[in-house]
């Protein structure tokens, strides 16, 4: 199957190392006992065991493209139902523990393959989103501002923004992931400054140290770099403010220069 991926461009040889790693010698076994139990019923009927569906979740995850062209020439889900069992996930608003317990876990049992996490830029935005609330099953009422119980916010009052945070990994390994968000109606320094140690502390605790931080020029993420101890006068410009956990080490603040032209 690797070949035939790596024969048709559409996997490298990294992704190829981590499915070695990841994947024991009975997957292809699991493969042909999926395609032995799920030919012949019907697309609303089909099931996956955990391996197939780590798998799926994997290969997905990394090359869309690859899964699809895969998935022509065997009994595998559709990418929706993919999206179905990542959705049971608990992604509340605040820190994403689910993904920081991921890392953790593969920094202990898989150091190897997970280096390029161990240090990592941190980078933070604000993205417009649909003002309104929602109520679920379960009667939980989404919309409303929500700093995940790292700081206090107002509960009747609606968001306009998500702030999220995403670490991305060294620059030999293209890696991207979402850790923490917030539903925000504008923010004010103080409290962004909170909010972005309580992110760098809770990825340290993780084994992930945070070695930079970008964001874009606003008059509030300028104030932010301010209280965290930087200095962007230009008679005296200090770019790197003490690591909360760690004062030995430095975290250069970056104003992202597409923005700033």
Known sequence: MLNLLKNNHLIGDTVEDIFKNQ??????????????ANVNNASNHKSYSEEIREFCLTLHFYLPRAYEFI???????????????????????????????YFKQKLK???????????????YDTMSIREGFWPDKSGKVYGYCDLGGIAHTDNEE????????????????????PVAYFFINKINATVQSQLVLA????????????RSLTSDG????????????????????????????????????????????
């Open 71 to 101: 998935r022509q020439r065997s009994t595998l889900p559709d990418p929706s139902t993919i999206s179905r069992w990542i959705a049971t996930r608990h992604c509340n608003p605040g820190i994403l523990h689910e993904v920081i317990d």
């Open 109 to 123: 049992s898989d150091t190897s393959n997970f280096l390029h996490v161990k240090d990592v830029a941190l980078i």
């Open 23 to 36: 994947f024991n010698s009975s997957l292809p076994f699991a493969l042909f006992q999926n395609e032995i």
């Open 158 to 177: 609606l968001a306009k923004e998500a702030l999220v945070f995403i670490i991305i990994g060294s620059l030999n390994k293209k890696f991207k992931c």
């Open 199 to 210: 992110v760098i502390s809770v990825l340290y605790e993780a084994g992930i140290t945070v």
């Open 218 to 261: 606003t008059t509030t993420n300028l104030k932010t770099y301010d209280i965290l101890g930087c200095s962007l006068d230009h008679t005296n410009i200090r770019s790197p403010f003490p690591h909360p956990d760690e004062p030995l080490i430095n975290i250069h603040c970056i104003i992202d220069p597409c923005h700033l032209m």
